[in-house]
C-alpha cells in the first residue's frame, strides 16, 4: 500500500452507500418500525434479533453483539480485510481509491499507475492459470498422476489445477512478450533471474494449484512435482499480491461451497484439501508453507464458529498445533470453537480419507480434541510432579486462560483448571492466582455478569452516546469555548465528535464511527452508538446544552473545593486567590 486512504473518502464512499441495501442483498431484511431486522447471520437464532438502522447507517444484534457500518459488515459477512472492503465498496460504485502520500513519494499519478500495474499483475496470473489448466488437458503423463491419486475431472476443473511442462522459458515465451511484462512477471514471483542476466520460470514440471484470494483472484500458485524431485511442493515467493501469512489455500473454494461453513478443518497440503473434496469433506484448507499465524485464524473465525486443525501425531505435529493454540487464545470469544485432529503415524489427510472414507473420516473431526482439554494435556507434560509441578501447571495455565476473551470460555477453562488441580468446585485459591497475573489486581469477573453488564451512562457519556446516535441534532449546538477548559475524562473525544459534526452537519453514525476505526476510542464509541437505554426525546439540543451546563457546574464546584482547601492551608497565590473570588461570584449569580 503507498499510503493511507483519505477520511474524506471513506466518508464519500459510506454515503453514497445505503446499509439497508447492501445488507438486505445478502440476509433478507423486514421492516420493523423506523428499522429493520433479520435473523442474526454470525450466530444461530430463531427470533430476530439483528437490526439494521437507516438513519444511523449501522448495525447490531442484540443477540450476540455484533455491530459495525457498512464496511464492518463486508468484513464479518464476506471475511475480507478492512482495505478489501474499501475496494469491494469502492468498486460497487465505480469509484478508485486514492492514497494519501503519508511519507511516500509518489505522487497521486504514480499511485494510480502502481495499483494499474497490480490490476496488470493479477491479469496475467489469471491467463496463467488458464495456460496451466491447458498444458494439463495435453499433458497424459500429468492426467495419469492426478488420476492415480483419485481426482476426478470435476474436482480438477473445481480447484483449477493445471500443470506445467519441463521446460525453462514455457511461461517466459508466452507471456513476458516485453520489458514491462518480463520485469513484472519477475516481481509476481513466476520468472527468475540468474546472476548473469539470465531469465527462466520459476515452476517445471510441476502439478499446478492456483492460490485464490477472497476475491476470487489468483495470487500465486503451488507446485508438486510429478516424480520423486525436490522439492516436493514449490510455492510462490511473497508478492506485491500474495503474502503466505495472510491466505490460505482453499478458503475461496470453501466460501464458493458454503456461504456460512459450520466449520472448517486447517491441513497442511495442497493436495490434502482437493482429496478431502473428492470425498465429499469440502470445507478445508492449507496453509501455505508456514505455520497457522494469528492473521489466519482471524480470517477462519470471521467465516466460520469451529476450526478444526489437522496435524501430524509426531512431536513436530504437536508443536505446530501448540504454536496455533498460542495464536488462537486471543481470539477465542464466546461462541467460537478450537479442535484438534492427530493423525496415526505415516497418514496424511489424503492417504487417511482414501483408507476410511467420508464417514469415517469426519466422525474422526466429530470426535477431535477440544482445545482446553489440548491445553491441559500439553502443560501437564511438560510439568514435574509433587506440589512444585502442581504450582507450576496453576501459573502456565493461569497465563495461557488469562489471554482468553473475559466470557463464559474463559470461566469454563478456570473450572476445569480448578478441577484439574484438585481444588475442588471451591474455585478461591485460583481466583486469588489470576489476581495476581491481572493488571491492577483485578480478577476476571464471572462470564454470566459480564454479558449482562450495561453501561453506566454518566453524564458525559451520556452525552457521547447522544451526538453520536443524533449527529444532526448535535451540530445545530452554539459554540461553548467552556467546554474546552474542563478536564473530565472524556471531555476530549466529545469535544472531537462535536467538532466533526459542526464541520460536516450531515455526517452519519456509521461516519463518525469509522474516524475512530482503530483508535483506542473506537470500541466505546461503538458501544455507545447502540446504547438501547438512552430514552432520549425530541428535543436532543436541549438536552445536551444542559449536560454541558451539568458538567460546566460539576467542574467550577470542584475547583472552588479545591482552592478552597489550599486556602485554608494557607498557600494561595495572588492569582488563585483572584480566581476563587471570580469562581465564587459567578457561582453566586448563578444561583440567584
Request: net charge negative; glycine share 8%; aromatic share 8%.
Amino acid at each position: 500500500m503507498s499510503g493511507r486512504i483519505p477520511q474524506s473518502f471513506i466518508d464519500d464512499l459510506l454515503a453514497r452507500t445505503d446499509i439497508v441495501d447492501l445488507i438486505d442483498q445478502r440476509v433478507k431484511l423486514k421492516k420493523a418500525g423506523k428499522n429493520y431486522q433479520a435473523c442474526c447471520p454470525f450466530h444461530n437464532e430463531k427470533s430476530p434479533s439483528f437490526t439494521v438502522s437507516h438513519e444511523k447507517q449501522f448495525y447490531h444484534c442484540f443477540g450476540c453483539g455484533a455491530h459495525g457500518t457498512v464496511l464492518g459488515f463486508l468484513m464479518e459477512y464476506d471475511g475480507l480485510e478492512f482495505l478489501d472492503a474499501i475496494d469491494e465498496l469502492a468498486g460497487m460504485h465505480g469509484l478508485t481509491v486514492p492514497r494519501e502520500n503519508s511519507g511516500s513519494s509518489l505522487t497521486p499519478q504514480q499511485q494510480a499507475a502502481a495499483k494499474a500495474v497490480r490490476q496488470d499483475l493479477y491479469a496475467q496470473l489469471q491467463d496463467i492459470s488458464r495456460f496451466y489448466q491447458t498444458q494439463l488437458r495435453q499433458s497424459q503423463a500429468a492426467i495419469s498422476y492426478l488420476k492415480g491419486r483419485g481426482l476426478s475431472g470435476e474436482v480438477v476443473k473445481r480447484f483449477n489445477i493445471g500443470y506445467v511442462p519441463e521446460q525453462w522459458d514455457g511461461v517466459k515465451r508466452k507471456f513476458a512478450t516485453h520489458a514491462e511484462a518480463e520485469s513484472q512477471l519477475i516481481e509476481g514471483g513466476m520468472l527468475l533471474k540468474s546472476d548473469n542476466g539470465r531469465v527462466y520460470d520459476r515452476f517445471r514440471d510441476r502439478i499446478m494449484f492456483p492460490i485464490h484470494d477472497r476475491r476470487g483472484r489468483v495470487i500465486g500458485f503451488g507446485g508438486r512435482v510429478l516424480g520423486d524431485g525436490t522439492p516436493k511442493y514449490l510455492n510462490s515467493p511473497e508478492t506485491p499480491v500474495f503474502h503466505k501469512g495472510r491466505e490460505l489455500y482453499g478458503l475461496y473454494e470453501v466460501r464458493q461451497a458454503h456461504r456460512n461453513p459450520e466449520r472448517i478443518l486447517i491441513v497442511e497440503g495442497y493436495m490434502d484439501v482437493v482429496a478431502l473434496a473428492q470425498f465429499g469433506i469440502d470445507y478445508a484448507v492449507a496453509s501455505l508453507g508456514t505455520a497457522t499465524t494469528v492473521e489466519h485464524l482471524q480470517l477462519l473465525f470471521r467465516t466460520t464458529r469451529e476450526v478444526i486443525c489437522c496435524y501430524d501425531g509426531d512431536r513436530a505435529g504437536r508443536e505446530a498445533a501448540w504454536r496455533a493454540l498460542e495464536n488462537a487464545l486471543p481470539l477465542l470469544q464466546d461462541g467460537r470453537s478450537l479442535k484438534f485432529v492427530f493423525l496415526p503415524d505415516g497418514e496424511d489427510p489424503d492417504t487417511l480419507v482414501r483408507k476410511l472414507g467420508c464417514d469415517a473420516f469426519t466422525q474422526q473431526l466429530d470426535n477431535a480434541q477440544n482445545f482446553g482439554d489440548f491445553l491441559f494435556e500439553r502443560l501437564a507434560q511438560d510439568t514435574m510432579g509433587g506440589d512444585a509441578g502442581q504450582h507450576e501447571l496453576a501459573n502456565k495455565a493461569a497465563e495461557a486462560i488469562i489471554r482468553v476473551p473475559e466470557g463464559f470460555t474463559r470461566e469454563g477453562l478456570i473450572t476445569q483448571l480448578s478441577r484439574q488441580l484438585n481444588w475442588g468446585e471451591n474455585e478461591r485459591r485460583v481466583r486469588d492466582l489470576f489476581n495476581r497475573l491481572q493488571p491492577g489486581g483485578q480478577s476476571p469477573a464471572p462470564a454470566n455478569r459480564q454479558a449482562n453488564k450495561k453501561i453506566k451512562l454518566t453524564p458525559i457519556r451520556r452525552a457521547i452516546a447522544l451526538v453520536l446516535q443524533y449527529p444532526a441534532a448535535a451540530a445545530k449546538l452554539p459554540t461553548m469555548p467552556d467546554l474546552a477548559e474542563l478536564s473530565t475524562p472524556g471531555m476530549d473525544l466529545l469535544q472531537s465528535l462535536l467538532t466533526l459534526v459542526q464541520r460536516q452537519p450531515d455526517i452519519t453514525t456509521a461516519q463518525l464511527l469509522e474516524h475512530w476505526r482503530g483508535h483506542d476510542s473506537g470500541r466505546a464509541l461503538a458501544r455507545l452508538a447502540m446504547a438501547d437505554d438512552l430514552f432520549a426525546g425530541e428535543h436532543i439540543e436541549q438536552e445536551l446544552q444542559d449536560i454541558f451546563v451539568v458538567l460546566i457546574n460539576d467542574y467550577l464546584a470542584g475547583r472552588i473545593e479545591m482552592l478552597q482547601q489550599k486556602s485554608r492551608q494557607g498557600g494561595l497565590t495572588a492569582v488563585e486567590t483572584q480566581e476563587l473570588m471570580l469562581l465564587l461570584s459567578e457561582s453566586k449569580a448563578g444561583n440567584n
